[in-house]
């Protein structure tokens, strides 16, 4: 696997300059889109403490005495934070997270991306917009093991932890309260909430009591041009995960979700009941 090293990872500013007209596109891309992110937050009013008053031991100090109370990490700010966006395929998920990643080094602060190994669409050692917008990242199985991946010294000193494709993470409520409320980590967290039935996914919504904040972004839909929230799946495959992009789903409305999942699923009743009955003359096509 070639997976980027922490190091390289570390001096993103020298990787992302090559990316600047890219990053300047996804900017335009992100202003000027007819997408409409609909921003429901819990605005979490951070109070700016001084270092000294930002231990989360004196947080804790505050919760109920039942409940784990977490040692704090040596010397660092024990508050992070988690940030979710969510939203049907094609929605800007994934150029969000890598515009927030790009403001977060910007800023000076030490950031990596995960993405699920299982998503290998544009191989492994970057996470990928739909328009072509990328920065390095680890795959992964799982997120626990980002940190043996790292080395705890360099998983120490991350800021900021950037998760691609969430949906497919089982882990993911474990890592995000470990990494935002005991290791003071900035967590933003991209997924889909939802699969091609609009069944919830994975453990993306199990998340939304653990945030600071949560951006519901949507899509244009294929068929008729308005807000899509819901993602059509156009094969009649149907296990929940199934890696693809344009060429196995698309993004539609309420409308065209019903009308279009009722298609295929009378394509695939009448496909099985082919199946079961061969064509004859007793059984023409044109009966269907
Ligand atoms: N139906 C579509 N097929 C292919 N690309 C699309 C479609 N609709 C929108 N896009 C492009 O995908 C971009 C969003 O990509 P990305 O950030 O990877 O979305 P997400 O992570 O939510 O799937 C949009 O800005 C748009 O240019
Ligand atoms: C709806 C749906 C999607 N998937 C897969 C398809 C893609 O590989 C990813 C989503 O990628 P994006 O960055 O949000 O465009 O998830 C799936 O496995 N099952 C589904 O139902």
Redesign the pocket.
Known sequence: MTSPTFHSLFSMKSLFLPLLPLQIR?FQ??HS?P?NPKIISNQCHHLRLKPSQTSCSRSYATMPSKGPVLPAAEGRSLCGEIHV?I????????????RRIQLAVDSGRRVAIIKSDKDNRYGLDSV????G?KMPCFAVPELSVLRSKMGDEDYNMLDVIGI??AQFFEDLYDFCHIAADHDGKTVIV?G?DGDYLRRKFGSVLDIIPLADSVTK?N??C?LCGRP?FFTLRKSDQTETELIG??DV???VCRRHYISGQAVIESTRFILEAKKIEPYSEAAPLSNF
Do not use: N, Q
């Open positions: 996804y891309l992100f889109h997408m966006i939203g049907p395929m094609f929605a800007g998920k994934t150029t969000a997270l890598l990928v917009s739909h328009d917008a691609d494709e991209a889909l972004l899509s244009r294929e899509a992009g344009a789903y698309m993004p």
